[in-house]
């Protein structure tokens, strides 16, 4: 089964996360189908805290991966804040 969830990189205490497309079998920071964006949960500052391509992931979604459950609070977020982002422009 292909999923969307998270694949950890970054610093010991310093989790970065990216967002892939996988097979459900492969290893969490194994070999991906496709990379859709990033999760920085140490974002601070200016600096971007997520960062998803939600085309893509409707395009995944609508072949059958299924998002983890993560990620799935993640594509929300990212809809709300793409909302907001068009309200106020």
């Known amino acids: 089964m292909v999923t969307i969830r998270l694949s950890r990189s ?20 194994g070999r991906f189908i ?15 805290p997520l960062k998803l391509d939600l085309e893509k992931a409707d395009h995944w979604i609508s072949k059958g991966a299924q998002p983890s ?5 993640l594509i929300r977020q990212a809809r709300l804040s793409a909302a907001s982002e068009a309200e106020s422009a």
């Open 69 to 73: 459950e993560r990620v799935a609070q």
């Open 34 to 48: 496709e990379r859709l964006g990033f999760f920085n949960p140490m974002a601070a500052g200016q600096e971007v």
């Open 10 to 29: 970054g610093a010991k205490k310093r989790p970065f996360y990216h967002v892939v497309v996988t097979d459900s079998r492969n290893a969490r920071d």
